[in-house]
């Protein structure tokens, strides 16, 4: 018997000294690597997550006189005191999105996240019966529930129809019990945690551990919500796999998927809609790391890039608030959400970044923990600065060497413009095919638009909120985007694998010329044998804002390429003929998106620069475009071949270069005048574009020449690649056009 102690005592000295420590894990950043131990902590003091015990007389003190705070903690009683009176309710799931069981389970976290605040502000016992009487249902009510009666794909849910949902339940649920956790009985609490938390942690880590370890938003919320829950309940290891993967090797978990999923810059991989998204279960998880394992210094993981997250997602929205709708967006997001509440108070509570209260004010709440009540003080105090939108280049990829996005801004405050070009990875499986497109914004509209997703989200009628089949169908592909399209095929042949293993390459930039700003990106692996680029230049002249666009597409072979536009408003003038479909209309082609496109008038053969005029409200907008014998102009609109109107009517312009190999799309937005109907006053409606010219040095450079009404004469010379040093010579008539570098504007006014 002594043998056999001696050898496991050995034995627990060797786990101890030796296996334990050389499970950790991400080698490559030792910082932040830690020994697992699977001992239980110290008693821990609740609450322990976000809010903490020790913060709570400050915070009660907090509410007497800071307006924002008291604001936000009413806020949290209404929502209790609403849930309270309206009963408990734990239905058997049943429902997609938008169903009975769906909206009454996502209302069940939120209100019990609610009641436990105001418990711990108030000390009012009744909130603490009604998250301790939830959480007791739930506790009856999980260990029965098998997968969700109406799951559809990978990761379903058990409370919910997807995974993604029970962990955003478990990341508020287990606030709400951190928050209620002293309030409870022995038994009460080894019953919840024994029949609840430990079983959905067991769903994560066991039954669906792909999506756990996957490096995706899905994985994040699964990754927050079981190391919450390790924290809470006191088991360490349970927050070392959220950290490190079930396997505890660094090949997935919250460390890789700060590494993985955001550039150097902070931008999203899979854009700013799912960053909105996601940015909560990196914020909060992130917080409560710092709050239990400041060992970790999780914010100053990859140069502190969540903090840099959260600035570049402000970035991502226009001036009324809403993110710009890349891949699978919904076009309604904006800021007003409950995400940025949290992003914005913590990352404010970390750099004191005083832009941030601008954002927290026209939230119009903070959150209830220490940083909220910072915040709500400094905006007392008005010690609030404007938040500045201004031009940015976002870099993409781990190494932020894999494309980007970049925003050309011009002006301030709602009368701010912005050119928005996308020229990233596919952004994973809500990517879309749309490398080299561009949108434009101006006076807080959509001019030049993205359709963004063809979902109608948590509405049970339209495929239980799940995205619809012409998400596929239309929005995915590259015609549903303002890039070039070949042979009426999209990138990659709508491949998401293929397009996975490629990503564009910026080939330069220039934003240090507020009335000049340029930025040029190639792509040579969305279509075989093509080289696609496209250099996009904002320039100011005589007071009026252009956007000019050269799109060059290399190719041995001919082929038709279509160029679309589609644009926001009403078409005022033309100056050009076109023939207008009046009795019947047909979609321009049956597959790749084209089938859900009406023709509804075309020009052919417009060898000229034609010009179309069209408002969006009282503003006025020319898109001038550089055409020739091959050149087709096609008015489109969107709703063909949809049985149930599941997509928005919308109206484009698509330019159609027929059977060419290398081509050059030329093509000037300008923004100009307004319309007061109330005075009934017009002025400068008409566009200022006279003539465009496209003057080509073979692969080396182009001079694109702008004529104007008033005589003025643009002239921008712009490089194929980037070279800095290199002199360009193109002759333009009699005259000798030259430049170093990468560019070269010059305007001749009229004398």
Known sequence: ???????????????????????????????????????????????????????????????????????????????????????????????????????????????????????????????????????????????????????????????????????????????????????????????????????????????????????????????????????????????????????????GGFVKQIKDLFSPDGYYSEGPYYQRYAILPFILFAKALDNNRPELNIFQLKEGVLTKSVMSLIQLSNTDGRFYPLNDAMKEKSLDTPELVYATNITFGLTGNRELLDVISRLGQVMISADGMK????????????????????????????????????????????????????????????????????????????????????????????????????????????????????????????????????????????????????????????????????????????????FRVENQSKANYDLPFYYNGQIISTNFKYEKELSSKKAIGSRNGYEHLWLDAKAPSVNQTASITFMKDKYFYTLSILGDKQTDLLFTSLGANDPNFNLRQESGILVRQNQSSSHSFVTVLESHGDYDPGNEIVQNSAGSVKNLELVSAGNTCSLIRISLIDGTIVNMGIAHGPDPEKIHTIRAGSDNFSWKGNYRLLTDKKQ
């Open 375 to 550: 915040a709500a003080r400094m905006i007392k105090e008005n010690q609030t600065l404007p938040f500045v939108r201004k031009t940015v280049l976002l870099r993409d990829g781990v190494d932020g060497k894999q494309g980007g996005l970049a925003i050309l801004r011009s002006g301030e405050g709602a009368n701010q413009s912005a050119a928005v070009f996308k020229f990233t990875t596919q952004g994973m499986g809500h990517g879309h095919f749309d490398r080299l497109s561009y949108i434009f914004y101006d006076h807080g509209n959509e001019v030049i638009t993205d359709y963004g997703s063809a979902r109608y989200l948590n509405i049970e009628s339209k495929d239980g909120g799940r995205y619809l089949a012409e998400n596929k169908s239309w929005a995915c592909q590259t015609v549903a985007h303002n890039t070039v399209v070949a042979d009426e095929k999209s990138q990659f042949g709508a491949n998401v694998e293929e397009s996975e293993k490629y990503h564009p390459e910026l080939l330069f930039s220039d934003f240090e010329n507020p009335s000049c700003q340029i930025i040029a990106a190639s792509d040579s692996n969305s279509y075989s044998g093509i080289t696609l680029q496209r250099t996009l230049t904002r320039i100011e002249i005589n007071g009026r804002e252009f956007l000019v666009d050269l």
């Open 1 to 251: 018997m002594g043998r056999i102690n001696s050898i496991v005592y050995r034995l627990k000295l060797l786990i101890k000294a030796v296996i334990l420590p050389a499970t950790i894990l991400l080698l490559s950043d030792q910082t932040y690597c830690q020994a697992v131990d699977a001992r239980q902590t110290a008693k821990i003091p609740h609450p322990c997550l976000i809010l903490k015990k020790s913060d709570l007389p400050a915070l009660r003190a907090g509410i007497k006189n800071l307006p924002l705070l008291k604001q936000s903690a009413d806020a949290s009683r209404e929502i209790a005191n609403k849930a309270i009176q309206s009963g408990i309710r734990v239905p058997v799931p049943a429902d997609p999105g938008g169903g009975y069981t769906h909206e009454q389970h996502k209302m069940n976290y939120i209100s019990m996240y609610h009641a436990a605040m105001v418990y711990q502000l108030s000390g009012e016992k009744q909130y603490a019966v009604f998250v301790r009487d939830m959480l007791l249902k739930y506790a009856s009510l999980y260990p029965t529930l098998g997968l969700h009666p109406e799951r559809k794909g990978p990761g379903p849910g058990k409370i919910f129809w997807q995974g993604l949902n029970d962990a955003v339940w478990l990341v508020y649920t287990i606030q709400a019990y951190d928050g209620i956790f002293d309030f409870l009985s022995e038994n009460q609490r080894s019953d919840i945690e024994s029949q609840l938390f430990r079983n959905i942690v067991k769903f994560f880590t066991v039954e669906d551990s792909y999506s756990f370890n996957r490096v995706h938003n899905h994985g994040t919320w699964a990754v927050a919500g079981v190391g919450m829950t390790g924290m809470v309940l006191g088991d360490k290891k349970l927050t070392d796999m959220a950290l490190y993967s079930t396997r505890l090797d660094g090949s």
